[in-house]
């Protein structure tokens, strides 16, 4: 039932969704410090924008690892390249990446 429910709710993210929409896709460690940023971001083009200028490392609470996580789930969406990693963290995202059989 919970499978059905997903998959009718499922739909393409883009950067106007609202930052919610990336709740099922990342852990709340990833997910939490994003949502209570101070005058964080109110979509996933904010968050697109944070990476692009390198601010994520400046969320508290958001490391390496959840950066990489969230990497992933913006590489996935299509909304960055999977070249894009001013973090360093491409090692990251393919130990991530085969962790969840992509």
């Known amino acids: ?21 990336l709740k099922p896709l990342l852990s709340a460690r990833a997910f939490n410090p994003l949502v209570h940023k101070y005058d964080g971001p109110r979509t996933v083009g904010d968050v697109v ?21 969230i990497e992933l789930v913006l590489v996935l969406a299509g909304l960055l390249s999977e070249h894009d990693h001013p ?13 969840d059989g992509g």
């Open 49 to 69: 924008e944070l990476h692009q200028r390198e601010e994520l490392t400046m969320i508290r609470n958001l490391g390496p690892h959840r950066i990489a996580e």
């Open 1 to 21: 039932m919970d499978n059905e429910r997903t998959a009718r709710r499922a739909h393409r993210i883009t950067a106007t969704c609202p930052i919610k929409c």
């Open 87 to 99: 973090y360093g963290t491409s090692e990251r995202l393919d130990s991530l990446s085969a962790e």
